[in-house]
């Protein structure tokens, strides 16, 4: 299989809209929209959870390492 990842550059221009984007892909209703466009989302994971923007901490199972 393919695997995808996404990031959100310390730097990002637009950084919360980068974070909304990023809450949507990995919520209920985004991951059914990705499997509707063909992906097979997995289980989003974290092994530095603890750096992640507040939003997306709900979002994402903590890895450790």
């Known amino acids: 299989p393919i695997l995808y990842a996404f990031a ?3 730097q990002a221009p637009h ?16 991951q059914q929209a990705l499997q ?7 289980p989003a994971q974290s092994a530095q959870w603890e750096q992640l923007p507040e939003l997306l901490r709900p979002l994402v199972k903590r890895e450790l390492p």
């Not at 950084?15 to 985004?30: C, D, N, P, Y």
């Not at 509707?36 to 997995?42: I, K, T, V």
Request: cysteine-free; hydrophobic content about 50%; proline content about 8%.
């Open 8 to 10: 959100i550059p310390k």
């Open 15 to 30: 950084e919360a809209a980068a974070q909304q984007l990023a809450a949507f892909m990995l919520s209920k209703t985004g």
């Open 36 to 42: 509707r466009a063909g992906f097979n989302p997995l």
